[in-house]
């Protein structure tokens, strides 16, 4: 994993690489914003979709709600990065699209749009 610094607006955003998913569960993303705080200060994140386990993208799962509520507990802003078109349930397109009118999370298509949204959060 790398974390790349990026300048958002008058915000510094993590910016995370890597080749697997890392976001697994609620402690996976513990350990994640708890790394990325420590080695940045940065209070920003964008991931891509694939550095997400797919059980996230399963609402019956609960696994969403509950990183999304650490995201919010720890008071980071974090943006996911990806095509989510494949995904055909209704509650999830539901999820991104609440998600994106808030201030916390953002489900976008590049990073160019996750830095804009993590600039204004």
Not at 57 to 75: C, H, M, P, S, V
């Amino acid at each position: 994993m790398e974390i790349i610094v990026k300048q958002a607006g008058n915000a510094e955003v993590a910016v995370i690489e890597a080749d697997a998913p890392l976001i697994t569960d609620v402690q996976s993303v513990l350990d994640l914003m708890a790394t990325v705080r420590y080695e940045t200060g940065c209070d920003r994140l964008v991931v891509r979709k694939e550095q997400i386990a797919e059980p996230f993208f399963d609402l019956k799962t609960r696994i969403a709600g509950e990183i999304l509520q650490k995201f919010i507990n720890y008071q980071f802003k974090f943006a996911v990065v990806g095509d989510f078109s494949g995904y055909e349930s209704t509650s999830l397109r539901d999820f991104f699209r609440e998600s994106n009118h808030g201030r916390d999370a953002f489900f976008v298509p590049n990073e160019e749009e996750a830095l804009a949204k993590l600039s204004k959060a």
